[in-house]
């Protein structure tokens, strides 16, 4: 059976590659300003006399009226096959000023291949269209406008106006009118050739399909008489204006025939006979393809040959393979049954296949045995399983055994023992500290920053069974209270065991030897300490301390006013001689933020720009330092 069908669709392909041959390719216009301009033929310059016919495979993606092929020997003589703005066909034929004109009252499918003919006889003065080879019903088509004399053009009116947009195959002009027969025994065909009364023929197999083709810009007239056309504003590279691969219903290739040439490849059962078309003889005992060409009349008096190639369907035997549970019962494909099959066993069925033709079946039958399985899993202790039967078994906490009875694919008894062992969880506590506003890095990978208090992360990892393993870890803040006392001259801190550092809040410098938690200057300034502790560091706020000694001759010698003030105040001294005093004003951390050496007297100083606060002023000379407070308020 398998050999039948395979020779029975080798035989369709063989059909459908000759029914649907690639016709090459076609010519996309973009119905913006893509057009044609070939060279005229001479049959337009006498319109009344001269017969022509107009043939298009045309595939329209826009409905606009546009031209498909205009040819213009002047104003009152000229031929155009258009496009409606619903896509129905309109024929304009004007000779010597008179206007012939159709519309067909059926239009063409959008995106879609459709033959279309125009033909024009001279002695009767008559217009018509055909559509894939069958006459159009038409009403008046009204009149035409007119473009530049002298040119045929392909998808314009001459001179540009009215472009089609969409694709054009085996474009043709004819001088003659052709006959229903001529226009269906051709319009799948590809000429080899010039053909006689054939005087514009464009096949439009040019270009590389939707590739780059910006040399190819001539449409070669395949006539023989040399009305070639020249492409204007094409893109000529990608998928659209441009040359494209067509899918017209081009089937052959040759010259043109005045009928249908028809090829059929019939197949008959191996041995039969065959009768060939019309008065065709009669092979007896068909066994190898055989030809024959009959020779026809078709319905509308057009010549119809079809050549015949007869050929047999091999008779088949078809190898089937078949099983069954030790024990059990196999039916054939001829309906007859063996029971109780404990070994292989070969039988043959001879049947008729779907054409009716002999066939034979030669069958296997196998026996398969049942199966008895043991399997191990593992869960997590309080985890569940669901055992191949289907049965779920939930909170496991210790180990499980379960049985279950299946069948296999073919039916037979399978038997699986699984034993299920428990995996544990895990849950551990950990404890850590940081620094006041530092950030900390948990085992899952977790940061978090700006840590101000005490906080907590649980981490869920899995083991190597997929079990929880959680971590869970509390963070503690390390606080260093930077709270220091004076008594005194003596600077103390309140934190025992940390690591101690003095500085000197005028020039932000450690004070060397200054280590320990209670620190007694000698000069009067400011002062302050830095705390390390686990690693974590602070420094307190800066302490005034004022030194009794050499500076009490400078007692009585400063005065500011007004105080407090909004930055704008009077420093006076008075009583230092003749020596210039060094004046600095400290804010509370120990920077100096004005600095200037002055004479005894009255000084305006205006510091408008410092931020309010209690600054220190200092007034030093060689006798001495006097301090005061200067308190700045807005």
């Known amino acids: 059976m398998v050999k039948t069908i395979l020779s029975f669709i080798s035989a369709l392909l063989l059909i459908a590659s000759l029914a649907y041959a690639q016709p090459g390719n076609a010519i996309h216009l973009d119905g913006a300003n893509d057009q044609v301009v070939c060279t005229l033929p001479t049959l337009f310059s006498n319109i009344s006399t001269n017969d022509f016919t107009f043939e298009a495979w045309v595939y329209p993606t826009g409905a606009v009226f546009s031209r498909i092929i205009y040819a213009q020997f002047s104003a009152t003589n000229f031929a155009t096959m258009s496009t409606g703005g619903t896509n129905q066909i309109y024929f304009y034929v004007v000779s010597n000023g008179t206007t012939y004109s159709l519309a067909t009252t059926a239009t063409l499918p959008g995106s879609q291949w459709t033959h279309v003919a125009a033909r024009w006889t001279a002695s009767t003065q008559s217009v018509a269209v055909f559509f894939n080879g069958v006459l159009q019903a038409a009403v008046p088509g009204g009149s035409s406008s007119t473009g530049t004399n002298g ?15 969409g694709a054009l195959d085996e474009v043709r002009v004819w001088a003659s009118a052709r006959s229903q027969c001529e226009i269906q025994g051709n319009m799948n065909r590809q000429f080899a050739g010039p053909q006689t009364s054939l005087v514009a023929y464009y096949n439009c197999n040019q270009g590389l399909p939707g590739g780059n083709n910006s040399t190819i810009t001539t449409l070669i007239d395949n006539s023989g008489s040399a009305n070639n056309g020249t492409l204007t504003n094409f893109a000529l590279n990608g998928a659209t204006s441009n040359w494209i691969a067509s899918t017209a219903a081009i089937t052959s290739v040759g010259n043109a025939a005045n009928g249908y040439l028809q090829y059929a490849y019939p197949l008959v059962c191996w041995g039969a006979s065959y009768t060939f078309p019309g008065a065709g003889p009669t092979v007896i005992s ?4 055989t030809s024959y060409t009959s020779n026809l009349t078709a319905v509308n008096g057009c010549d119809s040959v079809i050549v015949t190639t007869v050929d047999a369907y ?3 035997q078809i190898l089937d393979i078949g099983v069954v549970c030790s024990g059990g019962s196999y039916t054939f494909p001829d309906s007859s049954t063996q029971t109780n099959i404990t070994s292989q066993v070969i039988y043959t069925s001879t049947l008729l296949d779907v054409r009716g033709c002999d066939s034979s079946i030669v069958t296997t039958v196998d026996v398969l045995p049942s199966y008895n399985y043991a399997e191990t899993a593992i869960v997590c202790s309080g985890g569940s399983y669901l055992f191949p039967d289907g049965t779920l078994d939930s909170n496991i906490t210790i180990p499980v055994i379960h049985t279950s009875m299946l069948q ?6 399978s038997i699986i023992e699984t034993t299920v062992n428990v995996a544990n969880n895990y849950f551990v506590l950990a404890q850590d500290s940081v620094c006041y506003g530092g950030s900390y890095t948990y085992p899952d990978g977790f940061v978090e920053n700006n840590i101000t208090a005490q906080t907590s992360h649980t981490s869920t990892f899995q083991t190597i069974f997929g079990c929880d393993s959680l971590i869970g870890t509390t963070v503690d803040l390390v606080i260093i209270d930077t709270t220091v006392s004076l008594v005194g001259n003596m600077l103390t801190t309140q934190v025992v065991g940390a690591t101690y550092q003095w500085i000197n809040c005028g020039n932000g410098q450690p004070i060397s030897g200054a280590t320990n938690a209670s620190f007694e200057p000698t000069v009067t300034g400011d002062y302050a300490v830095i705390l390390t502790i686990q690693g974590c560091s602070d420094t307190s706020a800066c302490t005034n301390v004022i030194i009794i000694g050499v500076a009490d001759v400078m007692a009585g010698v400063v005065a500011i006013y007004p105080n407090p003030n909004a930055g704008a105040f009077v420093l006076e001294i008075s009583d230092i001689g003749l020596e210039a005093a060094s004046v600095e004003l400290v804010n509370l951390v120990g920077k100096v933020v004005y600095k200037n050496r002055l004479m005894a007297g009255k000084h ?17 000379t060689s006798a001495g330092e006097a301090t005061a407070k200067v308190v700045i308020a807005r």
């Open 151 to 165: 040119l045929m053009t392909i998808g314009t009116r001459p001179g540009g106006a009215q472009y089609f947009p």
């Open 286 to 289: 068909v066994q190898g393809p």
């Open 314 to 316: 091999p008779f088949n």
């Open 408 to 413: 296999t694919i073919s039916g037979c008894d």
């Open 604 to 620: 305006g100083i205006t510091l408008s720009d410092l931020a309010p606060g209690v600054y220190m002023m200092h007034v030093r």
